[in-house]
């Protein structure tokens, strides 16, 4: 019989050790700082609008299944522990502490608490060669290569566990009723179909319903809008998980009522190309650019080729303010909304507009600076007897807070019975006075410093003067 060779015990002995005292195989994990930056993109996506984090807590835990704690209903998930964090943010302008869970590498993230919707979210403009459409600012669009098909949602995907926007182009289906019909056919097995109404006084009909998307059941507002006399049209889907809905449905209408259609062409660059008017073209581009609203609508063209073509081709609601660029390539103008607001936006004169802000201050008009490469603005503000002082690029881009200025608050409004007065006060401003704001060259501002129109100061953004 062979003996154990006892000059390896030792060395086994020692190997075994070593081996216990060794510690277990660790795994590389995202740093938490990659972690935090994906759970806020996700929640900005959820929120619909950039926001300011003011505090944050994290903690490490271990779920069930991969509902990571805030499971939604018709969901299925997986069984099995997932590890993870919870955290809580308190963000600005909103009172609420929203709960997020992730997991430990932020590959997945979902949001516990409901959305506060009385905080308005930002939108910006989507365009092609067909349409211009608003969405919520932190959202993405995905859009075939034909354009037949446009999704708008959180992560530019048909992810059903999201609010969702379609945008569906149709040819030789027929009118609205025909299109929305069709529409609901595709939908499959629909519950509580509400009659169809009209939007405004357009031929457009739209339809609400439950009905699911993927797994989830979701509550649909479906719209129809039928293109000129060859049965063409576009079918625009609005919807969301059905606890999702409500929070999303006033927005919903916003966007349904930014869409209208695109008389430009887009080039190969994916920038928007002014349609070139018809006639004379030698006429028709002698002279300075002429901007004017007409029928509602913001019309570009000439002096000598009038009423031009329009911008926003949406005349629901009014415009005012028009104010061109000193090098005449952008052109600001203010938009009424429903609620009483003031919306500034911007068109590079191509059909592409900006929204910059949602208040304004009112009355005030718009300032470019003088080459015109920025663009200056006031916004209301929290504290009363003050407005704040914003920048940007033309685009939009690069938005800055340069500063308050003092304006005092308070005065009646002046109501007269006659509308020609009413007229003239609405582009004149309060009791005859023009308001205004002007970027001086040496990058002071003048402004009207009251609500009457009444009162002048210069104001220096560097000290605040």
């Known amino acids: 019989m062979k003996q154990p060779n006892h000059k390896l015990l030792p060395v086994l002995v020692g190997l075994l050790i070593v081996g216990i005292l060794m510690p277990p195989t660790v795994h590389a994990q995202t ?37 990571l704690g805030c499971p939604q209903a018709g969901v299925s998930y997986v069984q099995g522990e997932v590890q993870g964090y919870i955290w809580q943010f308190t963000i600005d302008q909103d009172p609420t502490t929203y709960e997020l869970h992730s997991d430990v590498n932020g590959n997945t993230v979902v949001l516990c608490t409901p959305i506060n919707r009385t905080v308005a979210i930002g939108y910006r403009s989507y365009q092609n060669a067909a349409f211009i459409v608003d969405y919520p600012e932190t959202w993405q669009v995905g859009a075939s290569e034909d354009l037949s098909l446009v999704i708008i949602s959180p992560d530019g995907t048909k992810n059903c566990t999201n609010p969702l926007i ?17 529409a609901i056919r595709e939908a499959g097995f629909v519950e509580d179909l509400q009659a169809p109404n009209a939007i405004g006084a357009s031929t457009a009909l739209t339809a609400q319903y439950k ?63 002014t349609p070139v008017p018809t006639g004379n073209t030698a006429q028709l581009l002698a002279g300075y650019p002429f901007a004017h609203v007409f029928a509602n609508d913001v019309y570009l063209g000439s002096y000598v080729y009038l009423p031009g073509y329009g911008v926003p081709n949406n005349a629901r609601r009014d415009r005012r303010g028009l104010n061109f ?34 208040p304004v201050a009112a009355n005030f008009p718009a300032s470019w600076s003088i080459a015109g490469e920025r663009i200056a603005y006031l916004t209301p ?66 402004y009207t410093t009251s609500c009457a129109g009444e009162g002048l100061a210069i104001w220096n953004p560097t000290d605040n003067t």
């Not at 740093?31 to 759970?39: E, K, N, S």
């Not at 909304?337 to 191509?350: I, M, P």
Request: a negative charge.
């Open 211 to 273: 009905a699911i998307c993927g797994e989830v059941v979701h509550q649909f507002r479906t719209t129809a809008i039928p293109v000129g006399v060859e049965g063409d049209g576009y079918v625009i889907l609005q919807s969301a998980p059905l606890e999702q809905y409500e929070e999303w449905a006033g927005n919903f209408l916003a966007i349904l009522d930014s869409f209208e259609f695109s008389t430009g062409e887009v080039a190969p660059d994916g920038t928007l190309v």
């Open 381 to 446: 503000t929290d504290q009363a007897g003050t407005l704040t002082v914003n920048t940007a690029l033309p685009n939009g881009d690069d938005k800055q807070t340069l500063g308050t200025v003092p304006f005092t608050e308070g005065c009646e409004d002046e109501i007269s019975p006659y509308m020609a007065e009413r007229l003239y006060q609405r582009e004149t401003g309060p009791y005859g006075n023009p308001f205004n704001f002007d970027w001086l060259p040496d990058n002071r501002f003048l």
């Open 166 to 182: 379609e945008i569906q182009h149709k040819v030789g289906v027929g009118n609205a009723d025909l299109l929305l019909n069709e």
């Open 31 to 67: 740093p938490l700082d990659t972690v935090l930056q994906r759970v806020k993109d996700y929640f900005a996506q959820q929120l619909g609008r950039n926001y300011t984090l003011v505090n944050y807590t994290y903690q490490l835990t271990t779920w069930q299944d991969s509902s």
């Open 325 to 358: 660029s000193p090098n005449a390539q952008y052109l600001a103008y203010f938009e009424l909304l429903e609620n009483g607001n003031q919306r500034l936006e911007v068109s590079d004169t191509g059909k592409r507009s900006v929204i910059f802000a949602n």
